[in-house]
């Protein structure tokens, strides 16, 4: 059964080749496409998927400088914005002991 099949549903979401998704939901409904083909080309389909969420991954690891100046710079941010947001909070509840 094709409906509520979890293999399927996978395969509608990673396998952009609809052509090849629709094919074989109608051969397995058929009866001419068994289990080890429709796995073996959802594999093949997530693989393509991943690829390049593994390249990127495989470039930070290669230069973990990266990670580090983005980490940097995102502190960087959240800090201003946590520094203005407590500015107005002290305003709001009238205890900004040391504004001028």
């Not at 693989?47 to 710079?73: G, H, M």
Request: hydrophobic share 30%; glycine share 4%; no cysteine.
């Amino acid at each position: 059964r094709v409906e509520g099949n979890p293999v399927f549903i996978y395969h509608d979401a990673f396998n952009p080749n609809i052509d090849e998704v629709n094919d074989l939901k109608e051969r397995y409904r058929s009866g001419t496409v068994g289990d080890v083909e429709v796995k073996t080309l959802l594999t093949e389909a997530i693989n393509r998927f991943l690829e390049p969420s593994r390249e990127r991954r495989q470039e930070y690891e290669n230069k973990p400088s990266l990670i580090k100046e983005a980490l940097e710079a995102g502190s960087t941010h959240a800090k201003k914005i946590a520094q203005e947001t407590m500015g107005d909070v002290r305003e709001a509840l009238e205890i900004n002991y040391f504004k001028e």
